[in-house]
């Protein structure tokens, strides 16, 4: 079966264009959507991909119907594969899944996604070593000023009290 996505941003906008042209390409269902593509959760869409079995078609007009950056698309092309199933975009052909070109070109910008992921992860690591090495203290600040810490030390290495009985001595907080 061969479904169809269409979505606007906003409610001033309509989707009766999109719908007209996946019909004229021969969509039998097609699921409608207002809502941003900033959102993590669109339920037409999310309601579509449940639909799809495998050797079904999801069609939308143009690839920024269905997401709204390159990791979007590869996160929701994957769960349209796990289906079974294929994509396919009017006005984007190189992006049709249920051809070879298609899931090559798909393939390779899945490997370009990849790359920067692991690029932004080297770059984050080198920066925080950067910082680390110039005296910045990671993370969030400590809890207990260091007089209260030494409290809480000797308190525990005294061993009268419990740990939960230590942490709730108001002598820490004075």
């Not at 920024?64 to 294929?86: E, M, P, V």
């Not at 070109?101 to 798909?106: K, N, S, T």
């Not at 030390?153 to 009985?165: M, N, P, Q």
Request: charged share 30%; glycine share 10%; proline share 1%.
């Amino acid at each position: 079966m061969i479904y169809g996505y269409a979505r606007v941003s906003t409610d001033g906008q309509s989707v009766d264009a999109q719908v007209k042209q996946l019909r004229a390409d021969g969509v039998e269902k097609v699921y409608r959507e207002t809502a941003s593509d900033a959102r993590a959760d669109r339920a037409q869409l999310r309601r579509a991909i449940e639909q799809l079995e495998k050797g079904d078609v999801l069609t939308a007009t143009r690839l920024d119907r269905l997401a709204c950056s390159t990791r979007d698309l590869l996160n929701t092309l994957a769960q349209i594969a796990d289906k079974g199933a294929g994509f396919g975009s009017l006005a984007d052909a190189w992006a049709d899944t249920t051809a070879a070109h298609g899931r090559w070109m798909l393939t390779v910008f899945g490997g370009l996604a990849e790359f920067e992921r692991d690029l932004i992860g080297a770059r984050t690591t080198e920066g925080r070593e950067r910082a680390k090495a110039r005296g910045v203290q990671m993370g969030r600040p400590p809890k207990l000023k260091a007089y209260q810490k030494k409290v809480a030390i000797k308190r525990r290495d005294h061993g009268e009290e419990t740990l939960a009985e230590i942490g709730r001595g108001h002598y820490l907080w004075g």
